[in-house]
């Protein structure tokens, strides 16, 4: 660790909430897959700011666009048009499938926030007052403000800010018959992830999303997939939705969208867009001009360089690696995930030092409780640096201790 980890560490640790439990570390640079600790040590990133920089650190060309951009126009305001979003919101569209629009907001949680708002609105609007209510999967995960926390089905995250706003229901993952039941004349939406990310990488069993969506159309109510991780290609497709062949009727962006500048977006198809008039929702800096760029960029990269096509490959090359381990160490218990989205559960709680034995070798990787280590790589990552990864896995699964 370097003088500046020290004099930092100390800082937070007088200074900031005790919000989280950090690290001993302080990145000074990134390029790539490869971070650089202050004190000079180099590291193979396979979290990617939380699924954040899909291109890697750094990407040239989303960086020259932010320059380019900061030395012409910052901020002016959602009151006037802004060239930049309006080119990202026709991509987006283009991306989704044409028929819909986009609201930009700073983050995941903004983006949820606003289609759960977008959603209570048409539910009133088609239904009446009565057509509010949500319902979400248990150990999902929508963002940290109330509403949003109040979609997520994670009671632990839960409890401590009770009461939390009313009108959710949370159901298991891959249980349609619990959906079904759940889903009445007063649901106006059924808001899930393609795959749970942040409780440990989740897909659903094949066949799940399909029935989700056909059971929303039976119903009448809104299909809302959260894409705030596994969209902008890190499934493969720009949206993991778009491997089964389902459209939802509102869908959620984030993280990766302009690769690590905060930006979230929802996306909506016309007929439910248009429920949102003049002042029924806004946001400050949500769509601002420089993160724009910064999207418009990372898009063109993305379809530069066919991440997605490198997101099916080397996430097919760190599975097969992942079982093999399973196979030989018995403290793999499970291997799941699709594309660079990939997750093991442990056979003892041994996640935290195994990902903190990890940090000393060189690799960011992160453990989710006590069982769960998650692997969100950049879709720019190779076979070389996987193989290192596993290869050091082998080794400190042996190694750490019960």
Known sequence: MGAAYERTAALDASFHMPTYARKPVLFASGHGMRLTGDDGREYLDFVAAIGSVNLGHAHPRVAEAVCRQMTRLVQTSN???????????????????????????????????????????????????????IVTIERSFHGRTLATLAATGQPSKQELFEPLPAGFSHVPLNDLAALAEAVDERTCAVML????????????????????????EERGALLMLDEVQTGIYRTGP?????????????????????????????????????????????????????????????????????????????????RAGLRGLAA????????????????????????QRVAAAALDRGFVLNAIGDSILRFLPPLTCDTPEIDTLLAALDELLTEVPS
Not at 193 to 213: C, K, N
Not at 280 to 305: I, K, N, Q, R, Y
């Open 79 to 133: 009151l006037y048009h802004v060239e930049h979003r309006s080119e990202l919101a026709e991509a987006l569209v283009a991306l989704f499938g044409g028929g819909a629009k986009v609201f930009f907001a700073n983050s995941g949680a903004e983006a949820n926030e606003g289609a759960i708002k977008l959603a209570r609105a048409w539910g009133r609007v088609r239904g009446g007052p009565e057509c509010h209510r």
């Open 328 to 351: 030989r160490n018995g403290r793999v218990a499970e291997v799941r995930g699709a594309g660079l989205m990939n997750a093991v559960t442990l056979a003892e709680p041994v996640a």
């Open 238 to 318: 720009a949206f993991a939705h778009q491997a089964l062949g389902v459209r939802p009727h509102v869908m959620t962006l984030a993280k990766s969208l302009a690769n690590g500048l905060p930006v979230g977006a929802l996306v909506a198809i016309d007929e439910v867009a248009v429920t949102f008039g003049p002042g029924d929702h806004g946001s400050t800096f949500g769509g601002g001009p420089v993160v724009c760029a910064a999207a418009l960029a990372a898009l063109a990269a993305h379809a530069e360089e066919r991440t997605g096509e490198n997101a099916v490959r080397a996430g097919e090359h760190l």
């Open 193 to 216: 992830e393609p795959i749970l990310g942040e409780s440990g990488v989740w897909p659903g069993e094949p066949g799940y999303l399909e029935g989700v969506a056909a059971l929303c």
